[in-house]
């Protein structure tokens, strides 16, 4: 069972980045999906949710209007559109998966199993 965040980068103020979290060994859509994103100093922030049964969204007041989460069931990824980026948005990013199927009230970030992290950067 295996949880892996991935498409970080460097990537200029008002450029895009879409992260995407794999998984193997288990469905994402039996799962609650969420992204949570750290930067050294500061407490984890969750940004993104995506529940299991009806496939509502949830975001952060950081990143709404900004970041769009999406399922891919074919491909059992979740993805995480980020578009406007701004400084403020470099952090290691993290996704995680959540048994009951339900998302935390963001920017709580408790979930049940969480996968390594991408590094994003926003610098000119």
């Known amino acids: 069972v295996q949880l892996q965040a991935s498409g970080g980068g460097l990537v200029q103020p008002g450029g895009s980045l879409r992260l995407s979290c794999a998984a193997s060994?288990?469905?994402?859509?039996?799962?609650?999906v969420g992204w949570s994103r750290q930067t050294p100093g500061k407490e984890r922030e969750g940004v993104s949710c995506?529940?299991?049964?009806?496939?509502?969204?949830s975001y952060s007041d950081s990143v709404l209007g900004r970041f769009t989460i999406s399922r891919d069931t074919a491909k059992n990824t979740v993805y995480l559109q980020m578009n406007s980026l701004k400084p403020d948005d470099t952090a290691v990013y993290y996704c995680?998966?959540?048994?009951?199927?339900?998302?935390?009230?963001?920017?709580?970030?408790?979930?049940?199993?969480w996968g390594k992290g991408t590094q994003v950067t926003v610098s000119s």
């Open positions: 995680a998966v959540d048994t009951s199927g339900l998302c935390p009230t963001l920017p709580s970030y408790g979930m049940d199993y």
């Open positions: 995506i529940t299991s049964s009806d496939g509502h969204t």
């Open positions: 060994g288990f469905t994402l859509d039996d799962f609650a």
